[in-house]
């Protein structure tokens, strides 16, 4: 049973910066792409950082220059850093995992299996 448990959501002011963590089982986290995504309001999923096993990024354009993804194999721990928050960037943010071959990195359609969410709001 894969599980992915985010943590380090939270409400920050505008300009601020929060980090958030993802947690995974150990026997995919190594091999696998991982994703974060996020769904504000009233809105559909969309993606925000993908990272793959062998370290590559990608990111939204929205979040390019203040986001980082990083991932940690040793604690199989999945990381988001996020700076220069605004307040568009407030919605619920979830963690994913795929098999490394799926594509589009983009689309949540290419991941197996998903954290609960944590909450990000970002005052003005």
């Known amino acids: 049973q894969v599980q992915l448990v985010e943590s380090g959501g939270g409400l920050v002011q505008a300009g601020g910066s929060l980090r958030l963590s993802c947690a995974t089982s150990?026997?995919?986290?190594?091999?696998?792409?991982m994703g974060w995504f996020r769904q504000a309001a009233g809105k559909e999923r969309e993606f925000v950082a993908a990272?793959?096993?062998?370290?590559?990024?990608n990111y939204a354009d929205s979040v390019k220059g203040r986001f980082t993804i990083s991932r940690d194999n040793a604690k199989n721990t999945l990381y988001l850093q996020m700076n220069s928050l605004k307040p568009d960037d407030t919605a619920v943010y979830y963690c994913?995992?795929?098999?490394?071959?799926?594509?589009?990195?983009?689309?949540?359609?290419?991941?197996?299996?998903w954290g609960q969410g944590t909450q990000v709001t970002v005052s003005s």
């Open positions: 994913a995992v795929g098999s490394y071959y799926s594509v589009p990195y983009y689309s949540h359609t290419s991941y197996d299996y």
């Open positions: 150990g026997r995919i986290f190594s091999s696998a792409r």
């Open positions: 990272i793959s096993r062998s370290g590559g990024t």
